[in-house]
């Protein structure tokens, strides 16, 4: 097989591989102790979602969420990206996973199932040099559950999802300027700046910007590209 041939050949079964990837349904259906998270005083269940296919309140009550968590964090910049997350968030490439509350939580939720979401991930099945990746854009909680676990349960669950898929790596992007989660991916997730991120691509470009790219190579291929590469 000649060269040329070869790099089309793969770039066809990537293309293959992301599109059956977005085709399932439900991500955690093979998950089964990843269904509900009783730990720490919480009882939450766990759900999927797509992004073409949110109801009026979800869509509301992310922008309401994403509102509290990040308007700080970008500060000036906040209203732009606004605009960009609320496309993002309704992009049929969009896959989530939904949190709530148990009906008997103890988290201060009262009333209607829509009343007891308490924070989701978003992700998308994607390509970073011309890798297949899981690219996690949002993980958001509500403040009332945060500090208890929650977000590193997730965080394996994507770790979880992304061979499953046939993801080579998990792949997110974090604000400089949250520190609590630049520390949570390096630290305690050993998330690695990835050789895609502005840092490492031009240090001098990289001062200037206000973002890291982080990933968590899941083959050699990947960790030779996105984590040891440049």
Not at 30 to 37: A, L
Not at 130 to 148: A, C, D, N, S, T
Request: hydrophobic share 40%.
């Amino acid at each position: 097989m000649s060269k040329r041939k070869e790099v089309l050949e793969k770039k066809k079964a990537i293309t293959e591989l992301l599109k059956e990837a977005s085709f399932v349904k439900d991500h955690l259906a093979p998950f089964q102790s990843f269904h509900r998270y009783d730990r720490n005083g919480l009882s939450l269940y766990l759900e999927p979602g797509s992004g073409n296919k949110l109801l009026s309140y979800i869509k509301q009550y992310i922008q309401n969420l994403l509102k509290v968590n990040m308007e700080e964090v970008y500060g000036p910049k906040w209203p732009t990206e606004e605009k960009v997350k609320r496309r993002e968030m309704v992009s049929p490439e969009a896959r989530y996973i939904f949190v709530r509350a148990a009906p008997d939580a103890g988290v201060g939720v009262l009333g209607l199932d829509e009343r007891r979401l308490v924070g989701f991930v978003q992700f998308r099945f994607t390509l970073e040099e011309e890798l297949p990746v899981l690219y996690v854009y949002e993980i958001q909680l509500e403040r009332r559950v945060q500090g208890k676990g929650l977000g590193d349960f997730l965080m394996q669950l994507i770790v979880l999802i992304a061979p499953k898929s046939c993801m080579s790596a998990v792949v997110l992007t974090v604000q400089k300027a949250n520190v609590a989660a630049v520390n949570f991916y390096t630290s305690k997730l050993r998330y690695s700046i990835s050789s895609i991120s502005p840092s490492r691509v031009d240090p001098l470009l990289g001062v200037e910007k206000s973002y890291e790219i982080l990933c968590k190579a899941l083959d050699d291929e990947a960790k030779a590209i996105l984590e040891e590469s440049r």
